[in-house]
Nanobody, 126 residues
Framework: QVQLAESGGGLAQAGGSLRLSCAAS????????MGWFRQAPGKEREFVAA????????YYVDSVKGRFTISRDNAKNTVYLQMNSLKAEDTAVYYC???????????????????WGQGTLVTVSS
C-alpha cells in the first residue's frame, strides 16, 4: 500500500498556472496507476486525470483536456498535475490517488482507488 502526500496547491489568478505534486511512499509505487480527483465546494467529487504505471496511457475529464497535464516520475515516486489556463471553476480540493488496477479503472469509478492523499486546495480567482 502506498501513502500519498500532495503539495503545490494555493491561490492563482484565472489564466494562470499551478503544478501539483504527489509524493508516494512505498516500494511499489511504479506498479500503481495514479490519478487526481477534485471536489469543489458543494459539489460531487470528480475525476480529473489518470496515468498508467508506465506513463503511456493517460485519461482526462473533458473539462481539463488541453489545459492540464498529468505525468509521473517513477524514480522519484512522484506524480504531477500541471494546470495551465486555470479557470474559476477549477477551484477545488485536489486529491492524489493510487490504484493497483488500471488508469481506466481510476477514471471509471473512485471505488477502484486503493489510496488517497489528504488533498490540497486550489483556489482560482477570476
Amino acid at each position: 500500500q502506498v501513502q500519498l502526500a500532495e503539495s503545490g496547491g494555493g491561490l492563482a489568478q484565472a489564466g494562470g498556472s499551478l503544478r501539483l505534486s504527489c509524493a508516494a511512499s512505498g516500494r511499489t509505487f511504479s506498479a500503481y496507476a495514479m490519478g487526481w480527483f477534485r471536489q469543489a465546494p458543494g459539489k460531487e467529487r470528480e475525476f480529473v486525470a489518470a496515468i498508467s504505471w508506465s506513463g503511456d496511457i493517460i485519461y482526462y475529464v473533458d473539462s481539463v483536456k488541453g489545459r492540464f497535464t498529468i505525468s509521473r516520475d517513477n524514480a522519484k515516486n512522484t506524480v504531477y498535475l500541471q494546470m495551465n489556463s486555470l479557470k474559476a471553476e477549477d477551484t477545488a480540493v485536489y486529491y492524489c490517488v493510487g490504484s493497483r488496477g488500471t488508469a481506466a479503472q481510476i477514471m471509471g469509478n473512485a471505488r477502484n482507488v486503493d489510496a488517497w492523499g489528504q488533498g490540497t486546495l486550489v483556489t482560482v480567482s477570476s
